[in-house]
């Protein structure tokens, strides 16, 4: 996946580019455009409405709909803590809480230095290892409160 | 001029051979396994056999389903079988090269079982496991045995010979005969026969025709088609092109949430792989059929797995049902005549077309015919995904494959039918799972999520939880369920917070009743059958919440007060 540390390696123009002519094209720039920037801003969408012929109301109302697409910056590494069924019944609970503390935020949040966002989903669709997360879209299963902290504490040291 | 098949299998089964002259070692590689720790097991791998400088094949598979034994591996050495290991964290990885790799020691007290054959040096089939006896594998009969990323282990396996069959030896209202006469039902959760979707569309005016492939995945819980899609590709695609060709659509598109990545690239790969081949795009293996299917990422939103919303999100706009009729087949994707079917549903297709509908149609029970792959989590000592003839018992799936209740704990519900489902007690477990039994008592089978809860669990809370989700993925369309969902999860969570009135349990009934009969979709129809099944299951729960302020799990946030 681009991070921005290295900067986007797409411009804005170029993903639209790749879709020119094609019917619905809108939601895969908006996903292209989410995975090199990590989020669509105000600037961005109206450039899009622009070329696509449509408002930047529109752009903007798909775009907060859907939770893979972010109209916020967020932080180096996303956490997406899973909240559906079976990570629940496995107290999910405490994991958020001692993710909470590590990184001194709670949910929906980015930490100061922007290292971390932690988001809560429902079902990343690895039930069977519960409770889990992803992090920058690589799963963690079976997780422990000292498990979370060691994985916590690669990501601080530079893991992407 | 039809290409020969046989030519393509003969090859493709030379080219697996090849390999089964190494030494190969699996990993299990779906998302599940990697995010057990596949990863680490994988390095460990290479660097060991590096060192003690052997040559090994290490293929990376998909899940078998087994996956409270993540990361598994598979070892098997040319002329031997394939003998497979659970919880194998990288020390033990070393340990099996030494062992196994090295010396001649297979191990049978770390083994789990032989894959695919009889019994070896003391360790037993894997198919006498507890945990895979009486699994009959149609929808999964590749799953963690093939490398997905390899179309060659697909065909030498008998991929792609329904095709063939379809292309050359049927007609589509022939092939359409046969998935009838299987008695196939929709896998997505709705099980609407998938023979008569098909001829409604065929029949229906208009072209193009499109068939949509919902890869959403999206009940919580029930992660069975991601798994599918991580491990076996090519049979989705396989029944793809065969529902196209009965169907008569010359554009298909698969629809996989973006918070999928690994089905992604997998299907990525393997669609390429398919028209490089020939078994998709322009005159498929020589015939004049032609079939193009393309990806469509889903942007995530639960709701974007109903099946006017995949439309919607495939024509560039907000993922967001409407009111049916008119019903897709008849004007669907662009206002053509348009097939939604499940990952599941299109891979039990090939089987039908090979061996007949009749055939089919022996598994199962009278309304509900095959298997069902289920995802079995929650309070269980096995958790993982296991497929069964349609009519097991949830006792059956509880106690003989999940081992039952974690030791010291006892049963106390199961939920079945993911969020839009309801919660049975212990009384009602010999109930048979299938299409329609769930429904009577109040839940569903639906995409076939099965969660046990046990004794420590509270079923307000629970309630309470299900509703929080739909409050959160309701559209926003109707009122019914955008307001209803609100209500009924403010009800909930004054109960669990020790602030229940008399009226709340009344209240709730009529408003849950209400939202089924006037909600826009699916979703907003079924909101409330979390409250309502437990209201009817387990309704001294809640009256022991509301009158005494007491939570009987002691899970509740006033019971920690
Ligand atoms: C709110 C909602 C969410 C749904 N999500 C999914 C899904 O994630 N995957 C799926 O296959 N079907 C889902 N469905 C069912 C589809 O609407 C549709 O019935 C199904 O995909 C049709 O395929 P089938 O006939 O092969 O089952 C959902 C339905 C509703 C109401
Ligand atoms: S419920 Fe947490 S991964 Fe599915």
Not at chain 2, 353 to 374: H, L, M, Q
Not at chain 2, 445 to 457: A, E, F, N, R
């Amino acid at each position: 996946m681009a991070r921005q540390v290295d900067g986007p390696t797409l411009t804005l123009a170029e993903i639209i580019s790749r879709y020119q002519g094609q019917k619905g094209a809108l939601i895969p720039i908006l996903l292209d455009v989410e995975e090199a920037y990590g989020y669509i801003s105000a600037d961005m969408a109206e450039q899009i409405a622009w070329t696509m012929r449509t408002s930047p109301a529109h752009v903007y109302a798909v775009a907060s709909f859907y939770t893979r697409l972010r109209t916020q910056p967020r932080g180096t590494n996303l956490i997406r803590l899973c909240s559906g069924i079976a990570c629940e019944v496995e107290d999910v609970t405490q994991i958020q809480r001692v993710i909470e503390e590590e990184l001194g935020i709670s949910v929906g949040e980015t930490t100061p230095d922007d290292l971390f966002t932690l988001e809560m989903v429902p079902c990343i669709g690895v039930c069977g290892q519960s409770p889990a997360m992803e992090i920058n879209d690589v799963p963690y299963g079976n997780l422990t409160p000292d498990k979370v902290r060691q994985i916590l504490a690669r990501y601080r040291q530079g893991e992407t | 001029m039809p290409v020969d098949y046989q030519a393509i299998r003969e090859q493709a089964v030379a080219r697996v051979r090849e390999k089964e002259q190494e030494i190969r070692i699996f990993v299990g590689f779906g998302t599940c396994g990697i995010a057990a720790g596949a990863r680490p097991v994988l390095a460990a791998l290479q660097d060991n056999l590096r060192q003690a400088g052997v040559s090994a094949r290490l293929q990376t598979v998909g899940c078998n389903g087994m996956c409270y034994q993540e990361p598994l591996v598979d070892i098997a050495k040319p002329g031997r079988p394939r003998i497979s290991y659970g919880q194998v964290t990288p020390q033990l990885a070393a340990q099996l090269v030494d062992d196994y790799i090295l010396g001649d020691n297979p191990r049978p007290d770390l083994a789990l079982g032989v894959v695919g054959g009889d019994g070896y040096a003391g360790i037993p089939p894997l198919s006498e496991h507890p945990f895979f006896r009486g699994q009959v594998r149609l929808v999964m009969r590749n799953c963690g045995l093939i490398d997905p990323g390899d179309i060659d282990e697909y065909i030498a396996r008998g991929g792609y010979a329904s095709l063939h069959k379809a292309l050359f030896e049927m007609t589509p209202p022939e092939v359409i005969a046969e998935v009838r006469k299987s008695g196939l039902r929709g896998r997505g959760g709705a099980g609407y026969p998938t023979g008569l979707k098909w001829e409604g569309c065929r029949g229906a005016h208009g072209s193009p025709k499109y068939l949509l492939i919902n890869g959403e995945g999206g009940d919580p819980g029930a992660y069975m088609d991601r798994a599918l899609m991580d491990s076996d590709p090519q049979a989705i695609i396989e029944g793809a092109v065969i529902a196209a060709y009965a169907i008569g659509c010359e554009q298909g598109y698969f629809f996989i949430r973006a918070e999928y990545p690994l089905a992604i690239e997998r299907v990525q790969r393997a669609l390429q792989q398919a028209e490089e081949r020939g078994f998709l795009g322009d005159n498929i293996l020589g015939s004049d059929f032609s079939f193009h299917l393309e990806i469509k990422r889903g942007p995530g939103a639960y709701v974007t797995g109903e099946s006017t919303a995949v439309q919607f999100v495939i024509e560039g706009r907000q993922g967001t049902p409407r009111w049916r009729p008119p019903h897709s087949i008849i004007s669907g994707l662009w206002a053509k005549p348009t097939t939604l079917n499940n990952v599941k549903t299109l891979v039990n297709v090939p089987l039908i077309i090979e061996r007949g509908g009749e055939w089919y149609a022996t598994i199962g029970t009278e309304k509900s015919r095959g298997t069902k792959v289920f995802a079995l989590v929650g309070h269980v000592q096995r958790r993982g995904l296991v497929e069964f003839p349609l009519g097991i018992t949830l006792r059956q799936l509880i106690n003989d494959v999940g081992g039952g209740p974690l030791p010291g704990r006892s049963f106390k519900a199961v939920q079945t039918g993911g969020p839009l489902g309801g919660c049975l007690p212990a009384a009602m477990l010999d109930l048979p799972v299938d299409f329609d039994s769930l429904k009577g008592v109040g839940s569903m089978m639906g995409s076939g999520g099965i969660v046990v809860l046990d004794d420590k669990s509270c079923m307000v809370k629970t309630a309470r939880h299900f509703l929080n989700f739909s409050v959160d993925e309701s559209c926003g369309r109707c009122s019914a369920c955008r307001i209803g969902s609100r209500r009924l999860s403010e009800i909930l969570t004054r109960i669990t917070q020790g602030r229940g009135q008399p009226g709340d349990i009344e209240a709730m009934e009529t408003l849950g009743k209400l939202m089924g009969k006037v909600a826009l979709c699916g979703l907003g129809r079924a909101a409330a059958t979390p409250v309502l099944s437990t209201l009817r299951h387990f309704r001294d729960e809640y009256e022991a919440h509301i009158h005494e302020k007491r939570c009987p799990a002691g899970a509740c946030e006033m019971s920690i007060s």
